[in-house]
């Protein structure tokens, strides 16, 4: 087997950069470097001591600090601060929660301000258990309401509008308590693939609730509607997707044959096992570390549930890549070195609050700057394992990560008190735990969180957050075609300095053969080398319960398990989550949504496949004529509409040649598919990508040609025909990248793509 190396022109750090990070020209055209990149932003956020009173000099030194700690890979904040810092009206702050209250206008609001923060790029969080339940009375109309499933599509077509044009796609969180009277609805909310696909979902379970499904599953479960706080049961004879509260029972009625506090907990398993949502949130516990409980209870978190925040709070994170402080012996970690950029990286992440930041709505201004929260959190943590020569699953793993947070969190605390004591508290430091519990002056609310580290953990060269390594090797596809294998930068750096990397490696680890087999690998490092799926589930919890016992807020991270997996693994993996002190836990089975349909607690008689027939062609159509040039010559695809939208393709190939045949046959199968209701995105999806030799190899000499195949000409004329009506096949199913095509996996709550790089996280 032919093996291709990356090469530099093929990093795939320095194609993330480009790509996400680095400011372009209104032509498109990058005009920086990514050492201009870094001194942009330490520039713009070591300027906000100027209001502070620090000189000239003092600035340029923090700058030149703050600008060592991203060149050098130490440490890197949120996306956002590094795209935006000192753009015209750019927002820094990744995490948001905006509150969805139970009126119209409320309802609206949220939607107005969700447009703006997704604009920006920020990931939002909501609760809709405030909503009053399906059916409910509206007294100012005298009828009943659509109920709180209906208004979230509201805010989730919005959330697919703007991400269109926007610089980032932000992320969403969806959560409603287990006691919400539409919780069988919003249990089962993602069964369809289509459905919220721009989505995270977690159900709120309160600690009486796993008290009762522990020591009496079978008591019947008892909800309330928010807006009279009146109770109810819920029989399981109800229709799971269209029931109201009229078809509800009074708490103190008849209680035979309806749903369980057993029966609710099966269902979100079966859905968690099925599609891998909904996730778990231990509300009760958020709430006992809230830090400003004087200003509320905490409702909602972030997209990837790592940072629970009050209505119209916003939090801007960092992480500190930890493998960059393995003493060169791989004895153990340089503690010194590492405290100094913990106090570095908190005066950044503090400072990035009060930079020119932009600020959706004057409410998310006041609550982000009276309270001041910031996330400091870490990656390269299974790098870090590796060079200590320490396996991810074992008791060697749970006690350096206990060892390596407590260390983190206490001097963040730190630097917080000592940043007070300069600039003075967070604003609503009085009556914050800080000032009740602890006497302590403190600049920020909160400093610690665990995030998912997408695209920074990619500029670092590191394994993402806290997670295990997924892959070792593996291959990617660049936009010219050529393949070439991606090598994980640590095993990258250990096999080139030992001389052990060599294509018959690369070749083996490729065709899937076990690590420990592998006899160039030295057999110590083989025995740590340990990748996601060789990671038992307990393992995986156990690492995230020693890093939430040293967090202020949480921890995101996906448990995830191979494919065979059953249903009673998700059950002790969420069970297990609560007992070791999570927050919060979310389970990915591998390639659980693919093909699996959930069957409901209340199974409902099988309904009988309802066929499409294509519809008819009436005498005249309105058409568009796109050209595009191939390696077979200028390819013309003309998109013919009806009434319902596109109807219709004809291609034509010109004197070049081609294959004029298979071209009539894609047309034709094309045209079959659109008249029989077949979404043009799905379409688009199987076609975009594909690649043609004679296209590839021309299309490096002439610059007229910008597709890949015709097939992929094809999807690109699908997609203009559409306009702004399209979306990408991946935010459909949300299985494959919408900007390479390639498979998208989970990792800390985000969907990620190894072959660009891609990731949507909050």
């Not at 659980?592 to 099988?606: G, M, T, Y």
């Not at 695809?637 to 190939?653: M, S």
Request: with cysteine; aromatic share 6%; hydrophobic share 40%.
């Amino acid at each position: 087997m032919n093996v291709k190396v990356n090469k530099n022109n093929h990093d795939l750090a320095t194609e993330v950069i480009k790509n996400r990070y680095l400011m372009k020209d209104a032509n498109g055209s990058i005009i920086e470097t990514p050492d201009q990149m870094y001194w942009r932003v330490a520039k713009f956020i070591a300027a906000v001591d100027k209001k502070y009173g620090a000189t000239e000099t003092e600035v340029n030194e923090l700058a030149s600090r703050f600008h060592q700690l991203m060149a050098d890979g130490l440490f890197l904040p949120n996306s956002p601060t590094l795209m935006n810092a000192a753009r015209e009206n750019a927002m820094l702050s990744a995490c948001f929660v905006i509150p969805v209250n139970d009126s119209i206008a409320d309802i609206f609001e949220a939607v107005r301000v969700t447009a703006l923060v997704q604009k920006g790029g920020g990931g939002t969080g909501f609760t809709f258990d405030r909503l009053r339940a399906t059916g409910d009375t509206v007294a100012s109309s005298g009828g009943t309401t659509s109920g709180p499933i209906s208004f979230w599509k509201v805010i989730a077509e919005t959330t697919t509008a703007i991400q269109q044009g926007a610089h980032r796609r932000g992320a969403n969180m969806a959560m409603m308590s287990v006691e919400h009277p539409d919780i069988l609805k919003f249990i089962n909310a993602k069964q369809q693939k289509d459905a919220f696909n721009n989505f995270n979902i977690s159900i709120k379970i309160t600690e009486d609730f796993i008290d009762a499904l522990r020591n009496a599953p079978d008591t019947v479960h008892i909800v309330t509607n928010p807006r009279n706080q009146k109770r109810y049961i819920i029989p399981k004879n109800v229709d799971l997707n269209s029931y109201s509260i009229l078809d509800l029972r009074d708490a103190n009625g008849n209680k035979e044959n309806c749903f369980t506090v057993g029966d609710i907990w099966n269902l979100i398993v079966k859905n968690a096992h099925a599609t891998g949502e909904p996730g778990i949130c231990f509300i009760d516990r958020i709430n006992r570390d809230n830090p400003t409980p004087a200003l509320g209870k905490i409702d909602a978190t972030n997209p990837c549930g790592e940072q629970p925040l009050l209505d119209y709070e916003a939090c801007n994170l960092g992480s500190i890549n930890i493998s960059k402080f393995v003493l060169a012996d791989g004895s153990g970690i340089d503690w010194r070195k590492l405290s100094g950029v913990i106090n570095s990286a908190v005066r950044f992440l503090d400072n990035v609050i009060d930079a020119a930041n932009y600020w959706p709505v004057e409410k998310i201004r006041e609550m982000t700057l009276g309270n001041r929260k910031i996330g400091l959190g870490i990656m390269g943590f299974a790098d870090t394992l590796i060079l200590l020569g320490i396996k991810y699953d074992s008791d060697k793993a749970i006690e350096f990560a206990r060892k390596l947070s407590k260390f983190i969190n206490e001097h963040a605390h730190d630097a917080s008190q000592k940043l007070a004591e300069g600039k003075g508290c967070f604003p609503n430091w009085e009556k914050s735990i800080w000032d009740t519990r602890y006497n302590r002056p403190m600049r920020n609310a909160t400093v610690s969180t665990i995030a998912p580290t997408g695209s920074i953990s990619i500029i670092a060269k590191c394994s993402s957050g806290i997670e295990p390594v997924y892959n070792l090797v593996y291959r990617r596809r660049a936009l010219d075609g050529e393949e070439f294998v991606q090598i994980h930068p640590l095993f990258e750096m250990l096999g080139t300095e030992q001389g052990w990397l060599d294509e018959k490696v690369k070749t083996k680890l490729l065709a899937g053969e076990n690590i420990n087999r592998i006899s160039e690998i030295p057999e110590g490092l083989a025995e740590v080398l340990v990748t996601a799926h060789q990671v038992a589930p307990e393992w995986h919890v156990k690492i995230q319960a020693a890093f939430q016992q040293n967090s202020d807020n949480a921890v995101s991270k996906t448990v995830n398990v191979p494919h065979d997996a059953t249903v009673e693994d998700i059950d002790r993996i969420f069970q297990l989550a609560f007992d070791l002190g999570c927050k919060g836990i979310t389970v990915y089975r591998d390639g659980c949504r693919e093909k699996q349909v959930i069957s409901a607690v209340n199974e409902l008689p099988d309904q009988p496949i309802d066929i499409n027939s294509p519809r008819a062609r009436p005498r005249k159509t309105i058409g568009t004529t796109i050209k595009a040039k191939t390696g077979c010559g200028s390819l013309f695809c003309t998109l013919n509409r009806d009434d319902k939208g596109l109807f219709e393709i004809f291609i034509n190939l010109g004197r070049a040649g081609g294959c004029p045949s298979l071209s009539e046959a894609t047309a034709r199968i094309l045209s079959i598919a659109l008249r029989s209701g077949i979404k043009p995105q799905i379409l688009i999806g199987q076609l975009k990508g594909i690649r043609c030799l004679s296209t590839v190899a021309r299309r490096n000499s002439n610059n007229e040609i910008n597709v890949l195949s015709c097939p992929d000409a094809i999807a690109r004329a699908l997609e203009e025909a559409m306009g702004d009506a399209f979306v990408p096949a991946a935010e459909t199913f949300m299985r494959i990248c919408p900007e390479c095509n390639s498979p998208l996996r989970k990792e800390a709550g985000c969907n990620v793509c190894d072959n660009c790089g891609f990731s949507k996280c909050g």
